[in-house]
């Protein structure tokens, strides 16, 4: 079987954008935080010290950046079993994120949630979700009370392809298509779902899914982070001005495993595949070489960024690791079954 490595675009936008340069070394900031605390994440699980497994984001950073830049304080998003990425592209603390990781009182939820229950109201971040396509409704949910209060916030519901065959999706779309909420609903197309390919679970064009709601729909480059953002403020645009939801596909790969224990990939992807992602598609190298290109930043400023995000995360698994945990007392408070 012929295996397609990208979706079918409806709209492939392949403009190369300008940057300014704040916004571009903020960018290539979040990306490497991202990366370097889910490397540590790894670290975690390898040595024992993280009870659980986890799903690492390394590979699709300029998404959740690309995104969540385009967005305000208040607005909501959503996000999946593998949400570190999105949580701290939001604005979440490393510290806390570590904290919550490890069980630790301190965590974002007591540490009773851990990795794929993460949320922060206070960035509104309504949540990982372990389920998946769970979030579709609570985002959609959250934009028609966004329009009801005519508060002019926007919802992003981040999703992976594996959530396409979710029935809750295309109810959830039917609504706020009818409806014309405030919603983007963003796919992340790793192209696989757990270990298989999505051409196998998935049939005909993605894109013409949502364009069965008329819901407008677009298809970017994922390892964009210039083109994310820039797609993801268009759509918000529309959608604060009371045009309605959008769908907005990102083409990306994930770098590692499913999850940390998924190491023998092998059965299921090429190690030649996962080679030209890594060597030719990695979001941080490109951005690396584009702010070089353009003059905005040389290997000294990006090196220097690097050491000092490096230590930000040091001192958070430090943090973490010394934490207490909760107290045995509240064993049944703040969780719900
Ligand atoms: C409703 C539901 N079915 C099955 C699972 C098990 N499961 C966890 S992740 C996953 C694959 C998800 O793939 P995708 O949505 O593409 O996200 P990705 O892992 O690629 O980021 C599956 C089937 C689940 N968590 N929830």
């Known amino acids: 079987m012929v295996r ?77 079993h593998r949400g570190h990425g999105h949580c701290l592209a939001k604005g979440a603390s490393v510290d806390r994120m570590f904290a919550e990781l490890l069980g630790k009182e301190a965590g ?39 329009k009801m209060r005519g508060s002019s916030q926007v919802a992003v519901c981040f999703f992976g392809e594996g959530a396409l065959g979710q029935g809750l999706l295309y109810e959830v779309m039917n609504m706020a298509s009818l409806w014309k909420l405030p919603v983007i609903y963003l796919l992340e197309n790793n192209l696989y779902n757990e270990y298989t390919h999505y051409s196998e679970t998935t049939s005909g064009d993605i894109s013409a899914r949502p364009q069965a709601f008329s819901i407008h729909t677009e298809s970017i480059d994922g390892q964009d982070v210039a083109l994310v953002y820039t797609a993801t403020l268009r759509l918000v645009e529309r959608a604060r001005k009371g045009d309605g939801p959008s769908f907005l596909i990102c083409n990306t790969y994930r770098f590692h495993g ?7 990939r092998s059965y299921y992807r090429a190690k030649k595949e996962e080679e030209d992602w890594k060597s030719g598609r990695d979001p941080l190298k490109l951005l690396a070489a584009k702010l070089t290109r353009l003059k905005l930043a040389d290997e000294k400023l990006l090196s220097e960024m690097g050491k000092e995000i490096r230590r930000e995360i040091e001192d958070g698994v430090q943090f973490a690791l010394n934490a207490s945990y909760p107290d045995t007392s509240e064993v049944d408070q703040h969780v719900y079954a």
């Open 4 to 80: 397609p490595t990208k979706p079918k675009a409806t709209r492939e936008k392949k403009k190369i954008l300008p940057l300014d340069r704040e916004k571009a070394l903020r960018f290539y900031r979040q990306m490497l935080r991202i990366r370097l605390f889910e490397e540590q994440v790894n670290q975690l699980y390898l040595s024992a010290k993280m009870p659980g497994l986890a799903h690492l984001y390394i590979g699709q950073e300029a998404v959740a950046v690309g995104v969540c830049e385009a967005l305000r304080r208040d607005d909501y998003i959503t996000s999946t």
């Open 108 to 146: 974002y939820c007591r540490g009773k949630g851990g990795s794929m229950h993460i949320a922060d109201q206070e960035l509104s971040n309504l949540g990982a979700n372990a389920i998946v396509g769970g979030s579709a409704g609570i985002a959609t949910g959250a934009a028609m009370s966004a």
């Open 258 to 264: 499913h999850h940390v224990g998924d190491i023998d």
